[in-house]
């Protein structure tokens, strides 16, 4: 298996100022998945789901070469839920509600298939289960890529140390930047954050884009001037899977590719803000996307003489 994503796979319920929607499909790892399924023929994914997760929402996944033998379906028990409700600029939100259920007590286990995966993306959810797909896999994928957020910040910091060691890129929005290094300044955010382990930061800053951190380079990608924002819930899920899904299709891991991998993030992740949970994504073409990522291309292009 050339790519083996994590995450949570889960029940959301968003509040937008603009709409409502009561226990959507959601969770890190059905994001992750379903975008990374536009640039690799097959992934793994490992999660946990109790028995009250639809059967179809599986089956259109397992459609898009998403293989789930390292799904857990817990019978008798919950999925994983999350509520959360946006502020005004659809840019910052409160988490409202986050019951692990299932979650609480996931063992995963990583199947023998996915032992030679390439690349690896460990989506949200606890460090603890991170450490654990990582200290299974009998060789060191070529590429590690984290996601987290605060959540676990609060409640599981040595642990998220831990795993940071173990990593090549950690992706994170600003404000979790900021209070993982305790500095304001992104860019010396991102020096401090890869002295704890990864080589690569990207922060992503919603409607504002992207930073991609490596050493003393930079690089930026914008996102999108979408006329409507229905619902950024998994946008920078969507990302990561955008990212890791090229990545791992052009097997590329240069800071060139990865510059290339943040703008087909940020396309993918426009895609899912236009509306309610993975809908867009589950609907969504492979002309789509490269007419979206040529717009990005439009959107910084420029030819400009200097004048001394
Ligand atoms: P994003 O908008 O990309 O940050 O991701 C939102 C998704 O993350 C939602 O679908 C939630 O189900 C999931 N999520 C929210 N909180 C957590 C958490 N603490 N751990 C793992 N996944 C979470």
Redesign the pocket.
Known sequence: MNLVEV??V???SIETPFGKRDKVV???A??ISLAASFFVKESGLISVIGDDFPKDMLSNMENKGIDLQGLQIKEGEKS?F?S?KYHYDMNSRD?LI?DLNV?ADFDPVVPTDYHNCEFLML????PSVQMSVIDQLPTRPKLVVLDT?N??MDIALDELHAVLKKIDVLTI?DEEARQLSGEHSLVKAARKICDMGPRILIVKKGEHGALLFHGDRVFFSPALPLEEVVD????????AGGFIGYLASTKDISFDNMKRAIIVGSAMASFACEKFGPERLLELTKDEIDTRVREFINLTEVDIELVS
């Open positions: 995450g949570t889960a029940f959301d959601g969770g890190a059905t994001y994983f999350w959360g988490t986050t979650l989506g949200n959810l606890a957020m959540f676990w929005n950024p819930t998994g946008a920078g899920d969507t990302f």
